[in-house]
């Protein structure tokens, strides 16, 4: 730790530092599960010269109740050097990828924490790349190597992770991102994936034994567009699944389609409108299903309102329900956010799930629902 502490010294003298520390305090309550006092807290710093960037995040969550959502993670480290028209970034990443806003079914690059979270789309572990960005103009080509894959942390069944191929087996992507607001304001992104899917099979070698997962490789092609048109930003996001060397489970392709509207000055309020749908398709109807959260997202519309009620206090309201249209299964969201003074935040949040299909993911759930009460403070 002296050692770790000098090199610490030597490089914030050499380099202009930044950082931001959050630490939250919440009191969550589970109908089906014991409750909880949980502490969590993220530390960002970067490191910057004239020559590259560093950018480091430490996660930390403590549960009163659950040993298995107790760490510390250095989630991210990440060196970035730009040039004229190229950024090159090497190290553990977090990504985000889509265009809607209730499910990303382009969000493919880093696995979820479920410990922390699992209905949180932002909680995610980093992942250890390099990525090269060349522009030409507004448009821009990304070409990122993923260099292993890691195994899914779960609060139950810790399960063991096997592979299709070698866990140092890369997984490569390529990226085009394509500007334009000739005719209308439009921005469309095609990626292509080779390598190991973040979809996992969950299986066990007999009765009695642990459940462990199994990781295959695959190709794949995604599109994620939006355009504004008339003030109603439209959106898209498509992908298709090729699963190589590994027969259990069907190609498929990812179907979702949304809007986004915005009314301005609402008796004092800006509020926002999102509407989207979320189909899952199936090549072969007879293999392995229901494994994995994002088959939970087949003929699922999605409705949520957001509101800034413009005060002192930053306040806001969010409130979404995910409707399956064939099943009795649907999940509902509230948050509260209100700004006590510059560095507090209180924050409130409610989840109610409902699903009688016992072959669906949520299924897992049951009827549950989760109360969270917590605080926020940002130095």
Known sequence: MKYLFVVFLLVSSLMAFEHKVEVALEAIGHSKDA????????????????????????????????????????????????FDEYIFTIGKKIKYLGELEGYNVADIYNQKNYLKDPFDKNAKYGSIGLDITKYFDENSIDFS???YEEGVKYSQNNKKLYLSNKKYTPTFYLGMNFL??????SETKIILVHGYDIKR????????????QYAYRVNKILLLSHIIYEDIIYKTEISYTDVIE???????????FGFEKSFYEVLGSDITLYGEYYSYIYAN???????????LYDNDIFVAL???????????????????????????KLEINSRMRDSFI??????????????????????????????????
Request: hydrophobic fraction near 35%; charged fraction near 30%.
């Open 285 to 295: 109807d007879t293999k392995v299903k229901n494994i994995d959260i994002s088959e």
């Open 306 to 332: 957001k509101v800034n009620f413009n005060d002192t206090k930053s306040s806001e309201l969010k409130f979404g329900i995910l409707k399956d249209i064939k099943k009795d299964e649907q999940i509902i």
């Open 180 to 185: 334009s607001d000739e005719y209308i304001d």
């Open 201 to 212: 099979n969950i299986l066990a070698t007999s009765l009695t034994s642990p459940l462990y």
């Open 346 to 379: 209180i924050n409130g949040e409610y989840i109610n799930i409902i699903s009688d299909d016992t072959n669906s993911v949520l299924n897992k759930f049951g009827d549950y629902s989760r109360f969270t009460v917590g605080i926020k403070y940002t130095f």
């Open 35 to 82: 409750n909880e006092f949980v502490t969590s807290s993220n530390i960002d710093v970067n490191f910057k010269n004239s020559y590259f960037n560093i950018d480091a995040r430490v996660e930390f969550l403590y549960s009163s109740k659950y040993i298995d959502k107790r760490y510390v993670l250095l989630n991210e480290l990440y060196v970035t050097k730009e």
């Open 246 to 256: 590994y027969d259990a489970i069907s190609d498929y392709t990812q179907l979702s």
């Open 145 to 147: 190597i993923k260099f």
